[in-house]
């Protein structure tokens, strides 16, 4: 088996008397996108932000490209391209498609050179940025304020944010949420081109986007990975179906 991009090995995070995290081992391959699941408050954004270096684990291990990270905070691990994507902070409304893509390819490159100061007409910054924005077919709105997109332009340029910034993994917390049926789908099209550029953390509640996605998926249940498979063994699992699937379907 390929030796994994990031490795997970005990976490234990606790709120007071609540076990956000309990003893979770998680791989994610590289190539793959492993989806994790599991009902509300049982702990994925949890796990989510201490892979991220948000918060830390009380307990347990995260190595990251081969290097314990489990010490590091969240500007070092970004640093090393571990980092959230799809963070709605990282937008900036008044600026526009273009430009948004601009700096974070700016942050890129300013993480390779140490001395280079890219001005906003430099080609270095917009020949990367065009390319990233026309992969999530924003060409047309490149001078439009982020802040007059639709909802799914939006989330179109988030993706363009993501693949400018070329991180080792993507770490995507719920990017369906708020999505219509139709934006759902053609967002399923954008994630799905991610994977070739690096392997996807995908916390997902919408299951038709995880069975179309997934190579994996890891199920959590109050804080604990209660089964890990491709999509036929999780949907044929029987305790994942008891506290899972049954659920949702019952809906
Ligand atoms: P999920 O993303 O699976 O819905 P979360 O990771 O957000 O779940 O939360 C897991 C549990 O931990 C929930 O019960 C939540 O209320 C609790 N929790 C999350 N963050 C904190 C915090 N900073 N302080 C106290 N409790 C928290
Ligand atoms: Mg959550």
Redesign the pocket.
Known sequence: MAEPVLEIRGLCKQ??A?R?SDNVDFDLLPGEVHALI??????????IKQIAGE?MPDVGVIRFAGRDVTGLNAVARARMGLARSFQVSSVCGEFTVLQNVMLAVQGRLRRSYRFFRPALSDRRLTDPARAAIARVGLSQREGVRAGDLSHGERRALEIALALALKPKVFLLDEPMAGMGPEGARSLTGLLDGLRHEAPILL?EHDMEAVFALADRISV?VYGRIIATGTVAEIQNDAAVRAAYLGEEEAR
């Open positions: 709120f007071g609540l956000a599991g009902p509300n408050g049982a702990g994925k954004s949890t796990l918060i916390v959590l």
